[in-house]
């Protein structure tokens, strides 16, 4: 099937030329993951009105792709729409273009062929949904507010986005609803979409009613897997230890660890939690970091056996640091970051901004080289830009 230079589809008219579709073909099928010329891929998508129907433009687009490629077509309820080509590149990661109707913005994500087919497996609708009756799980307050820190998502902006829908104490999220957040503006250096939809695949139950409840957040939460890539050319978190410090701060979680290669647990660093007195293995650096890491929440007997299988594959594991009882959070007790500056409640043991150990001695500042933003130690990419950021 040939699209002509401009075709309608349903009650949206479409404007692609064949010059675009060419770029199109042959970029989705073999474009290196380290393409860093974005405006090297002409697909705009122009002249929108309002569709509500993209069957016949996807099925248009597929046709004219690899079958390994993807078509994917969304629209945002503020009006806006993109058009996405999911293939396979060179190097045998998975890559996707997008680029939204006004034919700007457009974003190459390289990614893994898991992180693929969660990401077009997350409920899509060319028109917003009923949030009552949509795809997702429901949420109280306190559960709402562990799952932001999850994301690395400010926990008051996403609460109010959310609650003026529904006022309720229990709250239905769907994918949708938390891809919204982020299109306002929480997190503008990176796109987190494909993280945001690995989290609703791995939380598509109903949460604990309490997570501090050890023996049932664990028994809920034993099977989320996150899949994270490591590229030079993109930084899918702002820092891969922060979000290891932040699950170990939440109640309920007896470990995090991190699994290297092919299921042989590596150690860079311990930290004993105030809360649930336990374990966390994090990460220190990059040395001998493989592309891809998994990671897993544990159980108390699973840890004991991990932290076994550290000490007999010889890693020795350092002295723990003795735990200090923080003094009881006030509305005016703050602790202020000595890595970043930032302000944190009392009793919180990590940095909420950038993810440093706020009892820790006074740590060796970095500095990125594009941006000028000050980091915490270890991390690997800017929390402000995504630059990668240099060892010294």
């Given at each position: 099937?040939?699209?002509?230079?401009?075709?309608?589809?349903?009650?949206?008219?479409?404007?692609?030329?064949?010059?675009?579709?060419?770029?199109?073909?042959?970029?989705?099928?073999?474009?290196?993951?380290?393409?860093?010329?974005?405006?090297?891929?002409?697909?705009?998508?122009?002249?929108?009105?309002?569709?509500?129907?993209?069957?016949?433009l996807?099925?248009?687009?597929t046709?004219?792709?690899?079958?390994?490629?993807?078509?994917?077509?969304?629209?945002?309820?503020?009006?806006?729409?993109?058009?996405?080509?999911?293939?396979?590149?060179?190097?045998?990661a998975?890559?996707?273009?997008?680029?939204?109707?006004?034919?700007?913005?457009?974003?190459?994500?390289?990614?893994?062929?898991?992180?693929?087919?969660?990401m077009?497996?997350?409920?899509?609708?060319?028109?917003?949904?009923?949030?009552?009756?949509?795809?997702?799980?429901?949420?109280?307050?306190?559960?709402?507010?562990?799952?932001?820190?999850?994301?690395?998502?400010?926990?008051?902006?996403?609460?109010?986005?959310?609650?003026?829908?529904?006022?309720?104490?229990?709250?239905?999220?769907?994918?949708?609803?938390?891809?919204?957040?982020?299109?306002?503006?929480?997190?503008?250096?990176?796109?987190?979409?494909?993280?945001?939809?690995?989290?609703?695949?791995?939380?598509?139950?109903?949460?604990?009613?309490?997570?501090?409840?050890?023996?049932?957040?664990?028994?809920?939460?034993?099977?989320?897997?996150?899949?994270?890539?490591?590229?030079?050319?993109?930084?899918?978190?702002?820092?891969?230890g922060?979000?290891?410090?932040?699950?170990?701060?939440?109640?309920?979680?007896?470990?995090?660890?991190?699994?290297?290669?092919?299921?042989?647990?590596?150690?860079?660093?311990?930290?004993?939690?105030?809360?649930?007195?336990?374990?966390?293995?994090?990460?220190?650096?990059d040395?001998?970091?493989?592309?891809?890491?998994?990671?897993?929440?544990?159980?108390?007997?699973?840890?004991?056996?991990?932290?076994?299988a550290?000490?007999?594959?010889?890693?020795?594991?350092?002295?723990?640091?003795?735990?200090?009882?923080?003094?009881?959070?006030?509305?005016?007790?703050?602790?202020?970051?000595?890595?970043c500056?930032?302000?944190?409640?009392?009793?919180?043991?990590?940095?909420?901004?950038?993810?440093?150990?706020?009892?820790?001695?006074?740590?060796?500042?970095?500095?990125?080289?594009?941006?000028?933003?000050?980091?915490?130690?270890?991390?690997?990419?800017?929390?402000?830009?995504?630059?990668?950021?240099?060892?010294?």
């Amino acid at each position: 099937m040939k699209l002509e230079t401009s075709q309608t589809f349903g009650n949206g008219t479409y404007v692609l030329s064949d010059k675009e579709i060419a770029a199109m073909i042959t970029e989705v099928g073999a474009t290196p993951s380290s393409l860093s010329p974005l405006a090297a891929v002409d697909l705009s998508v122009v002249a929108r009105k309002t569709p509500d129907d993209f069957t016949e433009l996807r099925e248009a687009l597929t046709t004219l792709c690899a079958p390994e490629t993807t078509v994917d077509i969304r629209t945002w309820p503020d009006g806006g729409s993109w058009v996405s080509f999911y293939g396979p590149s060179a190097s045998g990661a998975m890559a996707a273009y997008s680029r939204n109707d006004a034919g700007a913005n457009m974003i190459v994500w390289p990614m893994t062929a898991g992180m693929l087919k969660s990401m077009i497996s997350a409920p899509l609708a060319d028109a917003p949904a009923d949030p009552k009756t949509a795809p997702g799980f429901v949420l109280s307050f306190d559960e709402l507010l562990a799952l932001a820190s999850l994301i690395d998502c400010q926990q008051e902006t996403l609460w109010r986005a959310l609650a003026d829908r529904d006022p309720s104490p229990e709250i239905r999220v769907t994918a949708a609803d938390l891809e919204r957040c982020y299109d306002k503006g929480l997190r503008q250096s990176d796109d987190p979409r494909w993280m945001v939809s690995r989290l609703v695949q791995g939380l598509s139950l109903p949460l604990p009613a309490k997570l501090p409840q050890a023996e049932v957040s664990l028994a809920r939460f034993a099977d989320i897997r996150m899949v994270i890539e490591d590229t030079d050319g993109f930084a899918p978190l702002p820092s891969t230890g922060l979000v290891f410090q932040q699950l170990a701060e939440i109640e309920g979680f007896a470990a995090v660890t991190l699994r290297m290669g092919q299921g042989k647990p590596t150690q860079r660093r311990l930290y004993q939690t105030n809360r649930a007195q336990t374990w966390a293995i994090s990460l220190a650096g990059d040395d001998d970091m493989p592309d891809k890491a998994t990671l897993n929440v544990l159980s108390g007997d699973a840890l004991s056996a991990d932290l076994d299988a550290l000490l007999s594959a010889g890693a020795a594991a350092p002295e723990a640091a003795p735990v200090t009882e923080a003094p009881p959070a006030t509305s005016e007790a703050v602790l202020r970051c000595r890595a970043c500056g930032a302000e944190n409640l009392a009793g919180q043991n990590f940095c909420s901004s950038c993810g440093a150990n706020l009892a820790a001695a006074e740590p060796a500042k970095a500095t990125c080289g594009k941006c000028g933003a000050t980091l915490a130690p270890g991390v690997k990419f800017c929390t402000r830009c995504g630059h990668r950021v240099e060892r010294s």
